[in-house]
């Protein structure tokens, strides 16, 4: 098995206080939306100032290729 680890660059797009979405992109290629969840005993008001929009994020992918 074969494994690469890609770094991909986001931004945050929307939050409500319960969850955020960030847009993922590699070298400015638009790759996909992931979803933040709240956990439940963090405060909402938190959780929007941690993440707002428009907030830069980098996020890790491990791809596994089987031979």
């Given amino acids: 098995m074969i494994r690469t680890v890609e770094t991909l660059v986001g931004t945050v797009t929307l939050n409500d206080g319960e969850y955020a979405e960030c847009m993922l992109?590699?070298?400015?290629?638009?790759?996909?939306?992931?979803?933040?969840?709240?956990?439940?005993?963090?405060?909402?008001?938190?959780?929007?100032?941690?993440?707002?929009?428009?907030r830069k994020l980098e996020a890790q992918r491990t791809v596994s290729f089987l031979e």
């Avoid at 290629?29 to 909402?44: A, L, N, Q």
């Fill in 25 to 54: 992109s590699e070298e400015e290629i638009y790759m996909e939306d992931i979803s933040i969840r709240r956990e439940d005993d963090e405060d909402p008001e938190e959780f929007r100032r941690n993440f707002p929009i428009g």
